[in-house]
């Protein structure tokens, strides 16, 4: 069974900060997905990525792709308190395409 | 306009009561989902249909029993609830079911079920 580890579970930081949280696989993506969910609502996707290497930037976001796609990680340079959210990734796993989650990275960006 | 819509937000229920949560979506989507998240935000898929059809079954105990009256709606029943059936449950709709190729999963705003 695939475990998906993510890192930090909680970051607290001023606004203007930068951060990195990360996402470990125990196994290959099929292709991974990351998704911010805000308190009391669905998670809302921002990036999926698929190819080993590959980096996708969302405005103040870097999105990366470990070369042996076991790993991804995001970066969110000059946090602002509308970052503020769980951040998941998940996989994009196998035949029936189920995404198959990690248990999340809260992020608290304060003014 | 709601893209997919929950009924209801909230459920407060003793234990070994029935009861069903209503979902959905404008979007015509063919695909739709649900998903349980824990206290710990732990979020995992139960079930999944394609077109009306049950595609995703994630050894969820028979309790629960989803249907799919028509592509826009799948709703779930809880037969005889337990105490660890408490979560928040969410629904979601895909544009498309095509295996290995990936697409958006467009959620819901979660229903909280509480169960006393």
């Known amino acids: 069974t695939q475990l998906l580890e993510q890192s930090p579970q909680f970051l607290s930081i001023q606004e203007g900060e930068n951060l990195t949280v990360y996402c470990n696989s125990s196994?290959?993506?099929?292709?991974l997905q990351w998704y911010r969910q805000e308190p009391g609502e669905g998670p809302v996707l921002l990036v999926t990525?698929?190819?080993?290497?590959e980096v996708k930037k969302l405005k103040r976001l870097t999105f990366q792709f470990g070369d042996a796609r076991k790993d991804s990680s995001l970066h969110i340079t000059a946090a602002q308190p509308g970052d503020t959210g769980l951040y998941l990734c998940?996989?994009?796993?196998?035949?029936?395409?189920?995404?198959?989650f990690g248990a999340g990275t809260r992020l608290a960006v304060h003014p | 306009d709601t893209a997919v819509s929950q009924t209801p937000k909230y459920l407060v229920t003793q234990m070994g009561n029935d009861k069903s949560i209503k979902c959905e979506q404008n979007?015509?989507?063919?695909?739709m989902y649900w998903y349980k998240q824990d206290s710990k935000k732990f979020l995992k898929i139960m079930f999944s249909?394609?077109?009306?059809?049950?595609?995703i079954n994630e050894t969820v105990p028979n309790r629960f029993s989803p249907k799919s009256p028509d592509k826009a709606h799948l709703n779930l029943h809880i037969n005889s609830l337990e105490l660890g059936d408490s979560a928040v449950y969410f629904c979601?709709?895909?544009?498309?079911?095509?295996?290995?190729?990936?697409?958006?999963?467009?959620f819901g705003p979660g229903t909280r079920l509480t169960v006393l």
């Open positions: 979601a709709s895909s544009p498309f079911y095509q295996p290995g190729v990936p697409n958006e999963q467009f």
């Open positions: 196994s290959v993506f099929s292709s």
């Open positions: 990525v698929v190819t080993g290497g």
């Open positions: 998940a996989d994009f796993s196998g035949g029936y395409n189920k995404l198959i």
């Open positions: 979007l015509g989507h063919d695909t």
């Open positions: 249909y394609n077109n009306k059809e049950l595609i």
